[in-house]
């Protein structure tokens, strides 16, 4: 499957095809996460973005393509990859607090029935410090508001020093404080040399926040810098002839095209 | 969580050491309960002396069916906090009704093989196969159709339980009179407990805490977040299993003492009454296998008083009022504290209301003939009639607020009970009520997308919960309007010790 190529991408997605039952969901998508950019994966609802994410970590079965993580499959290469899951995923009424939840991502490194010590307690103090949350860290979890829970998740990633972070949605219905810390904690990851693909819904911040954009509709319509992908004319053929839509992208076609010119 | 997981197997431990160590061939003292007239019903008060033997536990077989059953009680509060935190509480209740043709089909098998005795372990055995098959079934139905889970639950369980109840009236018409003890695995009969029962439940009780304690992060992460948890390579699946593994196991080891139809209580009633108490699960896990153990203990010492007493709906009843309890006193979400904290809101709007009423009063009427400071516009008296209509307040409602107001020290009112007066202090919280709550109502104008998730009533000021850059913003663009909304000074800096206003 693995094809000599001159540079090996982190996320290499070929001719994936999701189906629940009979309905397709991904359709013969191909897509390259390059190394060391920030890339959006963008479309409408029900496109298959957090789909696509999902099985190509293995957690939804994949109808066929391929999947390869750092040139290997996902199996191999776990230990480089962290995963964000949308905030809704879980029950955060579970008796548990925020470090404990962030030490969560040192489980692997532990093994098999160590208990957390002292020393993955600091990791996971460490990390949400760095989401802003220092203070937070013995907060029950359902005491934390909505974007809180959502940093707390991204700390659980950061705690894990992967070199590739895949997260859905982390900006779905946060507020101005958490979307500002969780653009700083991806400037930061890029600016290591990782590598961070991110499931995103609005598209008026697409050119602000991330280098690479992928435009899903099932199949992948367009990939690339966002500079030149990411136009009006690929976001129609991305989301159709919805009129808010297009207005919506319109706005941002204009936006990115001030971004760009004001970029050295 | 690691002096929790000590603690819970230390518990065990204990239990163990108090009942002793263990010889094999015990009699059961169960004899002179069943050799009584089956006519007779009524609850008979236990002599002194026996009240004596069986609190000071004398008896050998008191101790042993002690211990059997306040650890089956602590491994059903261990386990079950777990199934009730991965919602699968129940599958525990269709998992102990498909036990039943299982003790049926090992019964008629040990009767085939011509064993003079019924074998428990064999009996065991038999209904953890058909246990682990009801499971099974369940996950199948689940996979493979689009029923959902309470459908496929709900199927398995009476197919199961049917096939059972069928096999025990075939049982019932053997010549061989060795059914009788059967339907104790339906209603559950502790003190027909020998003590090499007892010691298969202290061991199997054990061998659960220490799967427990040794899977305690595993399981953590199980069920809070599946997803990431299978992301992260751990074989969820595998993990799903050894869990409801663990379900089976203290289900078949609780059908004697309590019997198939009950011992769902005993998986989910000590988990369900712990989770009012603690947000960790630690804690959490410790206080159900603690009320777990208590609830067995009263039940098996209410069937040793009063031998025609159900043990296991003792047991029961025992964890029900511990959830009874805690329900209503939880420390963390117990209706009581529910109650108050619902209480120290209303009154906290109320006061708010009562002290914006007052202050927006005195903005709005005519003022004096010279020019006021900002500073005495709070010193005029305010006519309760005005305040009441203007705010469209029954009378009752001013009366309360002004009570509320009086005892707080807010204002006075004059002899008449004509106008209220603001005390200095009531100035003071005036001005800080009114320029929070138009600070907040233009954050919920300029934030409307993300601002509700900050409104929060016990947050007496903004900056407990905004970020302080925001609170500059908004008083800036407050400042910009005309002087209607003209923002009282900050009385007072916010206190760095009444932060974090968003705890509910």
Redesign the interface.
């Known amino acids: 499957m693995s094809e000599p190529s001159p540079e090996i991408h982190p996320l290499e997605v070929r001719d994936l095809n999701v189906a629940y039952q009979t309905k397709v969901v991904v359709w013969d998508a191909d897509f390259d996460a390059p190394a060391g950019k920030l890339v959006a994966i963008v479309g409408p609802n029900g496109a298959g973005k957090s789909t696509l994410l999902?099985a190509s970590?293995?957690?939804l079965p994949i109808a066929s393509g391929s999947v390869l993580f750092f040139g290997q499959p996902y199996?191999k290469a776990?230990h480089r990859v962290a995963?964000v899951?949308q905030r809704e995923?879980?029950?955060w009424d579970?008796?548990?607090?925020a470090v404990?939840?962030v030490a969560?991502g040192l489980?692997?490194r532990?093994g098999?029935?160590?208990?957390?010590s002292r020393k993955e307690r600091d990791l996971a103090q460490a990390a949400l410090a760095k989401v802003g949350l220092a203070?937070h860290s013995t907060?029950?979890i359902?005491?934390?508001?909505?974007?809180?829970q959502q940093r707390v998740f991204l700390a659980?990633a950061l705690v894990q020093d992967a070199d590739l972070y895949l997260m859905d949605e982390p900006f779905a219905?946060?507020?101005?404080?958490t979307e500002r810390a969780i653009v700083e904690v991806l400037r930061e990851l890029r600016s290591r040399g990782k590598t961070v693909v991110c499931v995103h819904h609005d598209l008026p911040t697409v050119p602000e926040y991330f280098d690479h954009v992928a435009l899903l509709n099932m199949r992948v319509v367009a990939q690339g810098p966002v500079e030149t992908t990411f136009t009006a004319e690929n976001l129609r053929k991305t989301y159709g002839a919805r009129l808010t839509l297009l207005e919506e992208a319109a706005a941002a076609v204009e936006r990115a095209r001030v971004m760009t010119r004001h970029r050295p | 969580m690691k002096p929790a997981r000590i603690l819970a197997t230390l518990f065990l431990l204990l239990t163990l050491g108090f009942v002793g160590p263990l010889p094999r061939t015990i009699a059961a003292e169960t004899s002179h309960a069943s050799k009584r007239s089956l006519t007779e019903t009524r609850l008979e008060w236990p002599t002194r002396e026996k009240l004596w033997r069986t609190v000071s536990l004398a008896d050998y077989n008191t101790r042993v069916v002690f211990g059997g059953v306040t650890a089956l009680g602590a491994a059903g509060g261990l386990v079950g906090t777990f199934l009730l935190l991965r919602k699968r509480s129940l599958l525990s209740d269709t998992v102990s009704h498909c036990t039943l043709p299982g003790i049926a089909i090992a019964f008629l098998v040990s009767e085939a093989l011509g064993f003079q005795d019924r074998s428990l372990p064999l009996l065991l055995f038999g209904a953890a196969a058909t246990g682990i098959l009801g499971m099974a079934s369940v996950a199948a139905i689940r996979a493979r159709s689009h029923l959902k889970d309470d459908a496929a639950l709900a199927i398995v369980l009476s197919v199961f339980f049917g096939l059972g109840v069928a096999l025990m009236v075939v049982i019932q018409q053997l010549p061989t009179g060795n059914a009788a003890g059967l339907s104790h695995f339906i209603y559950g009969k502790a003190a027909s407990m020998t003590a090499g029962d007892a010691q298969l439940i202290l061991y199997a009780s054990l061998a659960i805490a220490f799967v427990c304690g040794a899977l305690f992060k595993e399981f953590k992460m199980l069920c809070f977040d599946t997803a990431f948890a299978q992301a992260q390579g751990w074989p969820v699946l595998a993990l799903d299993l050894a869990l409801m593994g663990l379900v089976v196991a203290v289900t078949v080891i609780g059908l004697q003492a309590v019997g198939l139809l009950l011992v769902v209580a005993l998986l989910i009633i000590p988990a369900a009454a712990a989770r009012f108490w603690s947000h960790r699960l630690g804690i959490t896990l410790l206080l159900a296998t603690g009320i777990g153990a208590v609830s067995g203990l009263v039940g098996v010492i209410a069937s040793a008083l009063f031998p025609r007493l159900p043990a296991g709906a003792v047991i029961v009843l025992a964890a029900v009022f511990c959830f009874a309890v805690s329900f209503v006193f939880g420390a963390e979400r117990g209706l009581f504290r529910h109650w108050l904290e619902q209480r120290r809101v209303g009154r906290s709007v109320a006061r708010q209301h009562l002290l914006r009423a007052l202050y927006e009063w005195c903005e709005r009427s005519p003022r004096s003939g010279k020019a006021e400071a900002p500073a005495q516009l709070l010193d005029r008296p305010v006519p309760l009639e005005a305040l009441r209509t203007d705010n469209h307040w029954p009378e009752s409602r001013l009366r309360s607020l002004l009570r509320l107001g009086r005892s707080e020290g807010l204002l006075s009112t004059d002899t008449g009970g004509n106008h209220a007066h603001l005390t200095s202090r009531g100035k003071i919280e005036a001005r800080r009520a009114t320029r929070n709550h138009r600070l907040w109502e233009t954050y919920l104008l300029r934030y409307a997308d993300v601002a509700p998730q900050h409104i929060h009533h016990n947050a007496d000021q903004i900056e407990h919960v905004i970020d302080p850059n925001i609170v500059n913003e908004l008083e800036e663009l407050l400042a910009g309007q005309d002087d209607v909304l003209l923002v009282p000074a900050d009385p007072e800096p916010p206190r760095p010790g009444t932060t974090g206003g968003l705890a509910s």
């Not at chain 1, 579970?94 to 607090?97: A, C, G, M, Y």
């Not at chain 1, 098999?112 to 957390?116: D, E, I, L, N, Q």
């Open positions: 999902k970590l293995g957690l199996a776990r995963y899951p995923s879980v029950d579970f008796p548990v607090n404990e939840v969560m489980y692997r532990l098999w029935c160590r208990p957390v203070d907060r029950q359902s005491q934390l508001s909505g974007g809180q659980r219905s946060v507020d101005a404080a």
